[in-house]
């Protein structure tokens, strides 16, 4: 029999998304409709919170109406709708209730996150929940993502217990982000029906973790490197977690995360100036004049560029390139960055571009057309993050050619080979310790390899664009192997609480 598996997650590639959690979670449920054999009852469900950014569907599969039970509804339940969207591979299943969702930002404004996002949170997981139940179909595995989706597991266990479609699923709870935990104080916790005392909130606790909550009744939890899952054990990388993710044993795993091959091609990307491949890298001198005179540089100037895109987030290492930048300028080389968030992290790029327009370019919004041509048209590409999980940038920079600089930490160390420690088997640059001297450190090397071009130089970039991250061949058929472990494991356990 084929197993039947849903997603729970908070953002989708290309309906809603802030980070790399949104491509992840487009590109594995695809993979896993790709898998030869039956191993997997397609489609995938994934199911999403209809936010007001979310575009709205061209094809409809259905729209079905659901009594969803609601601790903020006078009597107990809402109607939310649940819509199915062919989406090339899954079935897109939209949590529809514009109380919760028709709003400005996925979690929150400029003042901060929203007061009520456990009740969102909340709302969302009993929705898809009880779209399941309403399948009528038996289900295997919920795949949960990051703490959005915690509520699903206390549900599970909870008022779900007994069901026969959502207390058999097994969890893989996926950690992609161990920063945001979802904690909910204990006032807010009606928000999401729980109360002190009862069962699942112990008597004196001042609220609930949702992520940790999650961990603790998943069958099985992975984050999305082998590299990082190694650090989050340890109180430096844990977030507070590790003590909990230790005592899962060896039912916390890291699998690495892969790059869709035929979403990222430099030889078929629409957004760039000119195709290129290893075979022919003609088209990528094209692509690096035309970035470069997008963004008011000299194009015709040989000198080195570095790119940086991402999150503007205290994990991503904004700041230590800011704080790089005069050495890097004076270095001769130039800067472009893009970035939408925290609008504090980009104040200090908005200074040094307002003071060298020619050397220093901010794109201060999440821009995918320009994104990519950052990633084309750069010399190098930039990960200073002081933590990361697994991260995509400097696999899409591998693969369009351009040699990632990163931090050596997470599924950065995991997927990048620093050239300076393994010469002429290297595909990037690394350094240890998140730090201003070590990023400085690590461009001079890079760029020092840059100016001499030549053989050592077409090999770094050969090598790069030859690493396959594919997730068909690579990470889908490991998640498989997870699903079907984590529903051994509850299996094991239903049969244990029978006798
Ligand atoms: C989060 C992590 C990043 C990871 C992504 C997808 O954004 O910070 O490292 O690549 O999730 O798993």
Redesign the pocket.
């Known amino acids: 029999m084929p197993m039947r598996v849903a997603f729970l997650a908070a953002e989708c590639e290309p309906w809603a998304k802030t980070?790399?959690?949104a491509?992840?979670v487009d590109a594995l449920a695809r993979a896993l409709g790709r898998l030869d054999g039956d191993a997997i009852g397609t489609p995938v469900d994934v199911f999403l919170p209809r936010y007001r950014a979310v575009p709205d569907p061209v094809t409809v599969e259905s729209a079905t109406v659901l009594e969803v039970p609601d601790p903020r509804s006078p009597s107990g339940h809402s109607p939310v709708t649940v819509i199915d969207v062919p989406a090339g591979g899954y079935r897109l299943r939209l949590i529809d209730y514009p109380a919760a969702f028709d709003r400005e930002g996925f979690y929150g404004d400029a003042t901060g996150d929203y007061a009520d996002n456990a009740w969102r949170f909340g709302l969302f997981c009993r929705a898809a929940l009880e779209a399941l139940r309403a399948d009528d179909r038996p289900l295997d595995l919920l795949h949960l993502h990051d703490w959005h989706t915690g509520p699903a597991a206390i549900f599970r266990d909870g008022r779900y217990a007994d069901d026969p479609v959502i207390g058999r699923a097994a969890i893989l709870m996926t950690l992609?982000?161990l920063a945001y935990h979802g904690w909910t104080t204990r006032s807010s916790l009606p928000q999401l029906g729980l109360a002190p005392g009862d069962g699942i909130v112990p008597a004196g606790a001042d609220g609930i973790d949702l992520l940790r909550a999650g961990i603790e009744r998943a069958e099985l939890v992975n984050t999305?490197s082998p590299g990082f899952a190694a650090e989050a054990l340890t109180p430096a990388f844990g977030m507070g977690l590790d003590g909990t993710l230790r005592e899962m044993g060896d039912r916390f795993v890291g699998i690495l995360?892969g790059l869709d091959n035929a979403v990222w091609d430099p030889s078929a990307d629409p957004d760039l100036a000119a195709p290129y491949s290893r075979a022919n890298l003609a088209g990528k001198s094209t692509c690096r004049a035309d970035l470069l005179t997008r963004v008011g540089f000299v194009s015709a100037d040989p000198g080195p560029v570095i790119g940086m895109i991402g999150r503007l987030d205290p994990?991503k290492g904004f700041d230590l390139l800011s704080d790089a930048a005069p050495a890097l300028l004076e270095r001769g080389i130039r800067l472009i960055v893009q970035g939408s968030g925290d609008p504090a992290l980009a104040g200090p790029f908005r200074a040094l571009a307002a003071a060298n327009p020619e050397r220093v370019s901010l794109i201060e919004r999440f821009d995918r057309a320009m994104a990519r041509r950052i990633y084309a048209g750069a010399d190098f590409f930039v990960m200073p993050s002081r933590f990361?999980?697994?991260?995509?940038g400097q696999m899409i920079a591998l693969r369009y050619g351009t040699p990632p600089i990163v931090h050596r930490t997470?599924?950065l160390a995991d997927t990048v080979i620093d050239e300076t420690t393994s010469p002429g088997h290297g595909t990037g640059f690394s350094f240890q310790g998140a730090t201003v001297d070590g990023l400085v450190g690590a461009c001079e090397t890079a760029v020092g390899l840059h100016r001499h071009g030549g053989p050592a130089w077409a090999g770094l970039l050969g090598r790069g664009m030859a690493v396959d991250f594919d997730w068909t061949t690579g990470s889908a058929p490991r998640y498989l192997d997870a699903y079907r472990r984590a529903i051994a494991i509850r299996a094991r356990r239903r049969s244990a609480e029978d006798v």
């Open positions: 980070g790399g959690l491509d992840v992609h982000n999305v995360n994990q990361e999980p697994c991260g995509q997470g599924g």
